[in-house]
């Protein structure tokens, strides 16, 4: 709840001390942790209200659609009526919806969320892919070889169709842009099918997001909740990871410097944290700790909800400052230990053994650990967490309906499909193909022709022969019949003379 230029967030258990996060540091990061059914969803969505309540843009994956309760108000009933007592917020307590922006990528529960092949940029498409150093320097001559021939790379057919035409030509254009051999392309393409056969069809193209929707105001002042439904998306995780280091990479690209703010210009919710990193390349890692690293000094914050804090790399672990402990369970030497380093990563309290405490906390409950204004960490609490002012489960579609009535319909809603790489190539390869095509036939005519012109050739030849044979007989018989005429008429000739 935002009180006072702070966030309420949680009542001590003993000391009944209320535990706010002050909104100047909410760009510090965060993270929410702790096993299944322990609260971690209440947590955030009691956070998002009271982020978009002070005014800041919130984005929020909902990983179940109980989330999206967030756009209905609550429902009164007795428990609620208690905590509400307890917490000491009678006066400033209502049930209420906030303003709610649904997104999909998939387009089934909220407007289609897409990127263009291009905004995402050989160097990530490769990360993501887990290319090798080869295999990335030849995506980026694919992405010249665009950027030169000025063709838009929009979808994945975009990324295909070049792809397609860098291996048939790959001769000609090593010329110009060094080798490119056959194998390399070969498994680009074959890393490119698990990515596709997840869904990312859908989420390349165009019109692409504009990052400045997401950090819209109501009219009354009130931070939009953009929410994102993943309950399919994170399904596919590899996927769910490009969407959520795209769009990190895309807000460190396009927002200016600001340094320390009042308050955040944007706020991101990432559940299912760990599905960022599970399996996840070196080099993926240290891009995503880069971006968490200076995404601050744009105004955003980011918050990381996951199980376990093991889940998250050290690295990306260190930035994480304001700090939500759920309960976790031990059963095993290794879980034990996850719960001994999510201990040793808070402050340490006197009143009592952290790491026994995370093992006993129940629902609703949790461990609060937040930098005060001057960016010291204060000592953990164990807190009681404030109960949403929204509906606690996905709410009826009357009021998906009317959140989704808005002027991104029109911009969004529709693909839009123009002229690009797949276009514009393909007539290439079809205009090839006929050239081809006709030069075959070029070629068999000239063959017909040439064996037509050596057929009548030689049938001219054997005619003269024959003709010569048939002259040489007639001139033959000619000599013949005429020495017989002659030896007559001599005879003849001699008989009157004697």
Known sequence: MYLDNKIYIGLTDDTKERVYMPLSIANRHGLITGASGTGKTITMKVLAESFS?????????DIKGDVAGLCAPGVQNEGMEKRIDKFGIRD?????????TFWDVYGEHGHPIRATVSDMGPELISRILGLTPA??????IMFKLAD?????????KDLKMLIDYALEHRQDLSITYGNMAAATIGAIQRALLPLESQGADLFFGKPDLQILDLMRTTYDGKGMINLLHSVRLVQNPTLYATFLLWLMAELFEELPEVGDLAKPKLVFFFDEAHLLFTDAPKVLVQKIEQLVKLIRSKGVGIYFVS???????????AQLSNRVQHALRAYTPAEQKNIRAAAQSLRENPAFDTQEMIMQLGVGHALMSFLDEEGVPQIVQNCSVLCPQSLMEEPDISFFNNAMNSDFMSKYDMLNDRESAYEVLGRQKQAEIEAKAREEEEKIREAEEKKKAKEEEKAQAKKEKDSKRVKNKIESQLISTGGYLFRRGLLSTLKKLF
Request: with cysteine; proline share 9%.
């Open 53 to 61: 309540d002070a005014g800041v843009p919130v984005f929020v994956c």
């Open 92 to 100: 400033s307590f209502q049930y209420k919806a906030y303003p709610v």
């Open 135 to 140: 295999q990335e320097g030849v995506l980026h």
């Open 307 to 317: 199980q376990s804090p093991s889940d998250i790399p050290d690295a990306v672990l």
């Open 148 to 156: 030169d021939k000025g063709v838009y790379l929009d979808d994945l």
